[in-house]
C-alpha cells in the first residue's frame, strides 16, 4: 500500500464528468489546499463498461496514476448504483418497483433491484472487472461498495423478486403457515393464509405491523447480501479496507452489513442546527468495528439536492464538522465533493472547489482543517476513545416503533436524541451509542431508553449477568415490551422487568399534554412527557411518585431505583424533561462513581482519550508511546468551559492549561496530558 | 330469550384470537367488571369457514355455551367483513378498487367490494349457516350486521361492478340518457353523453359534481342493499333484534340503511375535546327508530389504529361517556374491546383488560358505571327522552356540500356542530336531531341550517304546513338552494322561501373575513360569519339589517321573522356567531313558549325524561309506573349549575333536591321527580 | 366588421347551456347594464357537431344574428377544449396521461392530447367549419383559439405521442445522442443513453434537470402549433383579430406562441391581496404586440371553481379592477360570465347576473365601468402607454429555475413581484415588462434580476451594446450563471458579466437566515436576502460592501456600479430589501434622469399615455388629436397621492387638477393634460 498515513483528508472526484484536459490543475489545487484521499469510480459503470462485455479502465488507471504520483491515495468505489442504459434496457424488470406499483426509470441511482439475478451477475462481473485492475494498486488504500443503499423510498422494493425473498424469509422464519398465523395471530380479521405465496406485501391497505417487519427486515437483507457478495469478490484481489458508505437511519442491521467488511464509512450533512445529533452515529460507529471509521461523506458549505438548504454557515463550522469524526474514534474526513457539477443533478452543491475550479467560501477552512489534522496525526493515530458509559440504539426497535407506533407522534430517533442523548453530552459524558449485539462489559453504566424488545439473542440474560455483577442500568420508558416479531406478551407488561427486580407494574398510558404530575422524593417538581408507566412504589425504591392527574394513578411511582446483586437498575416509568433527565444522571453517576459535569453550557462535546490498547489492530505499527488526554470540540457555535484539574498542551494552539479552559465557537482543542 | 336485561354494559370479545385457556378467566373478569354483553364474532369468518364449504363453529358454541351459563348476553356478528384468503383468492376481482386505480389487498377489512355476485352469494351462505347455529340460542340478545360498512376511503369502490351499478342508477333515475343531459346541463364543457355505458366514473379528473352525487348514492345503496339481504336471512332464524353497527358519518342514508332492521347501533370514540358533539349522533340516533339505540363501540380510556391518540383522560371522563347513551334515549354502552389484542393491528387500543390480562387505569371507572347501571336501570327502562324541539340533518345535504362545495372552507358537519347545535346545548335545550322523512307534527321548534335542498318527497309541503300550524321554523341560510340532483333554480334563488314567506331576496355572498357588520333591531351589534344572504327588509319582518361592508349591501335584512298561518318563519341570512344564536334562540324559545336558559355554564347536558309513551315498543314489558325526570350529564368536564325549581331525587346518590343543583366535572345525575 | 368601437367592456356567455327562451332577456339585460362584447362557442363541441360529421350552427348563427342586431359584438371561440364523448370513445389513447400513468377522463377540460393526430385532424375540422360560417359574420369582432391552454398539471402530458414528439426535439435539438450526453454531461451517474430512444420521459424519478427542461419546451412547443394550425385555419376566413386566452403563468414562450396571432388574450382572477401583481402581466403583455391586448376574463366578485373563494370584495373593487386594463394598455376588459351556471362545474361563480337571472351584488359597479369607458373612450383609444423603464423576464429562466432551484424555497415569479417590481411601483414608475427577445433601444433603464442564462440568441451583444449607448443596466443576481441547456461554465461563474464590467467575482452563497450584514458607501445598513454573490470590490466601483456574516466574505462588494461605454452597469449581488431596493431605484433614475417618487403610499399606479405614434396599427382610424396624460388607479385600496405640477382634466369627473392629486380606495382618474 502507498504510505499515506491517517488522518486522511479527502473529497469525492469524478474525473468521468470533466475534459481530460482539467485533471492535472484538480490534483495541483488538491495538493495546494491539503487533500491526502479521493473517492473516485462510484457511479462510473458506464465509462467502464461502455457496451455489455467490453471494458474500458484506461481512464481510471490514467488518473489513479495521476493520483498515486502525487502522493494521494485512493478509495475505488464499486459502481453497482448506476447500472448503464444498455443493462436497464436488457432487462427492464431489475427496475425498483415502488409500493404504489409505479416502477423506478432509469435516469437517477439505485433503480436497480438487489434481488434481480441479472443484476446480481453484471454487478458481480463489474465489480470483479474493476478488483482485478486496481485490487493491488498502491495508489489505493481502501474500497467501497456501492454507495447509500437504503430501502426504496424507505420502504423496500416490491418486485416479483423481492416478493418471492419476502416469502422465503417468512418461510425460514417460521417453518410452516400455521405457525407464523399462530406466532403472529393472524386468526384476528380472518386474515390466516393457507400458504407462504399468498402472503401480500404491505403495499397501501390497512397492513399487519408484524408481517410488515418482517417485510423491512427481508428487503434489508437483500441489500446485505448484496454488499456481501461484493465484498467476497474484493477480498479475492485487495488487502485494502472495505467498507460501504452509509448513514445509519433506522432500517437495516448495521453489524449483520459489517460482518463482512472491514472499515465503517459514514456520509452525513448535519447542519448548525443538528450537528451535536450527528455526534450520536460517530459514537455509534466506532462500536461497530474494531478500526477507526471514515466519514466518507460531508458538506465543506451548503448542501442541496434540490436548491440549497439553509444558509452560509458561521465562521468555524467548517472546521468544527471536519475534526468531529477525528475526535470520536474516526480517522477520516472526506467532502463530497471535490468540485460541483457542472451539468445534471445536485447542481448547486458545496464543494472544495465550484465547478469553476475557483474556490468557495469555505476553502480556507479546509486548510486549516489539513493543517492542524497534520499537526496532531501522532496524537490521533495512538489514542482511542474510551468511556464506561453506553446508551442502546437498535434498528429492530426502531423498524418496530415504525411498524407499529405506540404514541402518536413519538419518532424513536428524535427522542432518544433529544430526551436522552443530549442531555448527557450537557453532563458533559461520552456516551458510546450500542446496539443490542455489544458487550456490555466495559460499562459501568447503560442507559436503554424504548429498547421495545429484549427478545433478542441472550441479551436479556447478559444484561442480567452484568448488572448482578455491579453494572448500573437505566431501562425504560418501554422496556422489552414486545417480543422480537413485535407481538405483546399475554401475562405481563414487560419480558422480565418485574423477575429482575421485584417492581410491580401498574398502567401504562399516553400523555401528550403534560395531564400527569409528578415529584421526586425530595419534593422538586419531576417532569415527564409523551408516554407512561406506572408502578406500585416499592419499599425504599421509589425516587419520583405521581402526585396528580388521575385518581387512578396517584401515589404510584414512575421513577424507581432497585438494588439486583451488586448492581442497580432504574425503571423509569416515563420520558423526563431535560432538567429532570439531568438530575437523574448525575444521581446515576454517583452510582456508578464516574465523573460528571465536567462542561458549562450545551454546546461542548468531550472526548477522552486513552493509549492505543495492546492487541488492538493498530498496535504493531506505532511507537511504544502512551498518550492520552482530551479533545474537545465546541458543536453547536456558543462556546463553552471545561472544568478542567490536569496539565494539558493543546496540540493545535501549542498553549498550555492547568486550570478551566475556555473554548470558543466551533473551536477544537487537542489536548495532550503531559 | 335469556334473561339479561338492559341496560346493557358491555364488550367486544374476540375469543378466536386467544388461547382457550384464556377463556374461564375472562368471563370470571367480566362478571367481576360488571359486563353483562358481549358482542364476538364480528371478523371471525375464516374461524367459522375455515375452508370453502366446511363450517366449524364448535368453539363459538363452547364460548357462547360458557356466556349463557355466565349469564352473559351476546351479540353475534356476521363476519363478512373479513372474506378468508381462500375466497379472495378464489375471486381477485372481488377485492375493492380505489378512485386511483389500485386495488385494496387482502390484510385488513372490508377489502371485499359488496356489489360482487360471488362475495354476496358467499355472504349470504356464511350469514345463513351462522343464523342457523344460534338464530335461537337463548345467549344470543341481538344481532350485528358486517361493521362499519362505509364507502371504502369514503369515495366508494370503483370495480366494473360498481360502475354498471352506477350506470345502472342513472337508467333508473333518468331513463333516457338525454333526460340525464338535459336535467344535469351536460351541454356545459360538452360533457353530454350518448349512452349510459360512457359516463365515467368520478375518478381523479375536474368531476361533475351532479354525476359525483349521483355515484355517492349508488355507492352507499350497494351498502345498503348488502345489509338488507343479511337483515333478510337473519329474520328467518332469529326473533333478536338485528342492527349494524356504523358512524353517521355523512354519506349513507341512514333512514335507508335501518328500514329492515331493529336496533341503531352507533360506535364513536370521541374525546374529551369533541364529547359534546357526540350528543348530536345520540339525539339523532333516537329519532330513527322506536326501540332505544344501542352504542356498540367507545373506547375506555384511548383509542389506537396506529399509536394511540391524545393523552390520559381526565378523572370521570370514562364514567360521563359511558352514562351519555343512557342519557340521550339508548340502552346499551359496549367498549371496544374487552381486552388489548397481543398481536395485530390497533395493538396499543385501550380496552377494559390490557392484552396482559391487567386492569387498565380507567377499569374501576367501568366498576362504577356497572353498578350505576345497575340502580338506575328502572328509571331508564320506563322513561324516554321527550323534547319539543328539532334540528335538521341531512345527509343528501352533507353530500352535496361534499360534491359542491359553496364557501371554501365551510363543512356542514363542523358548522352544523359548532354554530348551531352547541348554542342550543348550551341553552339548556334537547333538541332531537332530524332527517327530512322525519314528522314534524310533535315539535313546536325546528331549526334547519344549511338544508341545501328541500326538494325531497313533500318536504317543502310538509314543512309548510306544519308552520301553518303553529310551528316556529328557522331555515337558513342556504335554504332550498338546490334541486334534488344539486342544480340550481335558474328563476329565483330558493326554491320556496319567497313564496311561503313574501320575503325578498337580493344578494348573496361569501365573507370569510367579517367584512360585514350588522345590527339588531335594538340596535345591538350581530355577528355572521362564512356566508351571507340578503334580503329587501320586509315590513316590521326584519330583525337584524346590514350596516357596513358594502355600498351594495347596506340596509339589507339578514334576519327576518314572517307570521305564516298561526306559525313564524324565521329565514336566517348568515352563520350568527355564538352570543347571537343564543340571543336568538332566547327570542324562538319565548315565541313557542319553550323554558329556555336551563343550564349555567356550557359543560352540562339535560335530558328530560317521560314516561315510556302508551303502545311504545316496551311498553308491554314494563309496570304501570309513572316515572319521569331529568338527567344531568357534564360532557365537557368543568361542571355546571342546573336551574331547578322542582323536587327531585338522584337515584345515584340518593341526594334530594328541591333547589338550583350543582353538577361536577363528569359528574351524572339520574334525578327522578318525585 | 358591424361597429362595436373599443373600449371593450365584455363577459363570456354560455347560450348553449340556456333555454332558448332565455336569449331575448339576457340580451337586453345586457344592453341595460352596458356590455358591447360577449365571448361564445368556446366549449360548445357537442353542440356545434352532436355526431361525427353532422354539423348544426343553426343555434349559433341564431344567438350570433340577436346579439348583432343588439349591437353587441361576438368573440367566437374555437370549442377545441372540449370534444365531444363520442370523439374520445373513438380514440380513447387521444386522453391526456399523467406523470403519474394515470389517464384524464371525459367530464372536464382539456383531456385530450395536442399531439394525438386524429385529435388534431378532429380539431381542424371543426375550427375550418365554425370559421366558414362566421369568418365574415359582422358581429364576429374577434376569434379566440381553443382555452387556457396550459401544460396538464403543469407538468405535460406523458402519451406515446408526447414522449415520441420530446425524442423528436432532442434529436433535433442535439443531432446525436453522443452530443445530448456531451453537452448534458450524462456521464453523470452513468446516464448516458445509446439512442433517442432510451431517453425517458421526466415522471417521478430523481431526473435530469436538464432534460426536464427540454421536457417542458417540448410539451409548450406541443401547444403552440396546436394553436397556430388552428390560426392558419381561421385566417383563411376571417380578417378579425385572432388570440388564444392565457394566464402567462411560467411555462411556454408567449412571443412564439403569440407570432402567428394578432391579439394578446388574457386572464386573471386576482383579488384585493394581488391586484399589483396581476399589473405585472399587463406591463407585459402590452409589450408582445403592437396592438392594445384584451383582459379575456376577469371576475366580477367572487371566483369559485369548487366553493369561493375570500369574501365579498371591498366597495369599489370591481370598478378598479375593471379599469386596469385599459390603463395599462389594453382595450377590452370582460368578465366571466354574464351569467352563472345553473349546473354542472363552477356553479358558485360571480357572474353579472346570477344564475337566476338577478343582479349579484357587483352589478351596479360594472354599470359605473361601462358608463366611464364610455366617456373616455376617445382618450384611451387615441393614447398609449409609453416608458423609457423596463424589466426583464423570462419563460426560459423561469422553466430553469423549476427544473433546477438554486436556493431552496425560493421562487422566481415570487421574488421577482415582490422585491424588485413592487419597489419599482411604489416609486412611481411604469415597467415595461420585457421578454429576452425584446428591442432595448427604447428604454433608458432596465433591469434584469434572476436572469439565470443570458445565452439566448444575440441576447448578450445586445445588451453590452445598448449599455455602451447609454443604457443604464442593473443586473443580477445570479445573471447569466447557466447556458440555455441550464448547464453550468467550467470556468467562471457569470457567462459575460466580468467580461463587459471588469468586476471581479468572489463566492456565491445562500442565506436565508440573514446572516450577512452590509453597508452603503455613506454607512447606511443595507440588507439583503436569499442568496449572495460577492465580488472583489472595484475601485471607486463599490457601493455596497459585506460589513459582518463570515469573515472569508467581509469587505467583499454586493452592490457595484460600472461605468461602461456612455451607459452604467449595476451588478446586484443580492435581493435587496424593500428599501434598499428604493433606494436602488433613485441612484439608477439619477443616472438615468428619470423623474422618480411621483406618488406617496404603496396602493396607487400611474400609467403615463402618450398619443399613439405614427405607423402605429391604430393610427389610420383615429383623429389627428395629440392627446396625453396619465391615469392612476388605486389598485391596493389603500388611496394615496399623485405628486402632480402639470394641468390635467380628470375625464370621468371633469375636475381640474393642478397641484398634488389625492386618489381614493379604488378610485380611477384618467387625467388628460390641458
Known sequence: MMEVRPPYLGAAYYPEDWDESEEDRDIEKMLSVGINVVRIGEFAWRKMEPRDGEFDFGWLHRITDKLRNAGIGVIMGTPTATPPIWLTKKYPDMLVEFKNGRVMQHSGRRHACSNHPEYLKYSARIVEMLAREFGSDQAVIGWQIDNEIYLANNEGCFCKNCAARYRGHLRKKFGTVGEMNRRLNLNLFSQAYDSFDEVPLPRDTWENPHLKQEFLISAGEAHIDFVAMQAGILKKYTKAPIGTDQMPLGGMNYRQLHA?????????????????????????????????????????????????????????????????????????????????????????????????????????????????????????????????????????????????????????????????????????????????????????????????????????????????????????PMTDIRSAEGTRYTDRLHGMLETLTGAAFKYWFPDNEKRISSKWRDGEDFGGNTYYETFEPADGADIVNVSAGHRAVCGDAVLQRFAVGKGFVYILGTIPDEKDMKKLITLVCDDAGIPCGLTEGDSLIVSPRTPVKAGSADEGQLGGADRSGVILVDVCGRGGKYRNKAKYRDIISGEVFEDDIKVGPYKVMVLEKI
Not at 455526534?279 to 461523506?297: A, G, H, V
Not at 458561521?314 to 471536519?322: E, I, Q, T, V
Open 260 to 476: 463482512p467488511l472491514d472499515v465503517v464509512q459514514f456520509n452525513h450533512y448535519n447542519t448548525p442546527d443538528d450537528l451535536w445529533e450527528c455526534c450520536l452515529w460517530f459514537d455509534y460507529l466506532r462500536t461497530l468495528k474494531d478500526r477507526p471509521f471514515w466519514n466518507t461523506e460531508t458538506a465543506t458549505c451548503f448542501s442541496a439536492s434540490t436548491g440549497t438548504h439553509g444558509s452560509i454557515k458561521p465562521d468555524g463550522f467548517c472546521y468544527a464538522n471536519s475534526w468531529l469524526p477525528l475526535a470520536l474514534g474516526g480517522e477520516a474526513t472526506m467532502y463530497w465533493l471535490w468540485r460541483t457539477h457542472w451539468a445534471g443533478h445536485e447542481l448547486v452543491h458545496g464543494a472544495v472547489l465550484d465547478s469553476s475550479g475557483r474556490e468557495m467560501y469555505s476553502t480556507q477552512e479546509v486548510r486549516d482543517v489539513a493543517r492542524d489534522f497534520a499537526k496532531c496525526a501522532g496524537f490521533i493515530n495512538e489514542t482511542v476513545v474510551d468511556t464506561s458509559v453506553a446508551m442502546h440504539y437498535s434498528s429492530l426497535c426502531c423498524n418496530m416503533f415504525e411498524t407499529q407506533p405506540i404514541v402518536g407522534g413519538f419518532r424513536y430517533d428524535g427522542s432518544l436524541k433529544k430526551h436522552f442523548y443530549k442531555p448527557l453530552l450537557d453532563c458533559g459524558l461520552r456516551p458510546d451509542i450500542i446496539d443490542e449485539g455489544a458487550d456490555l462489559s466495559k460499562y459501568r453504566v447503560v442507559f436503554s431508553p424504548f429498547m421495545i424488545t429484549l427478545d433478542q439473542g441472550d441479551l436479556r440474560e447478559r444484561i442480567a449477568e452484568w448488572v448482578r455483577n455491579g453494572g448500573v442500568w437505566i431501562t425504560g
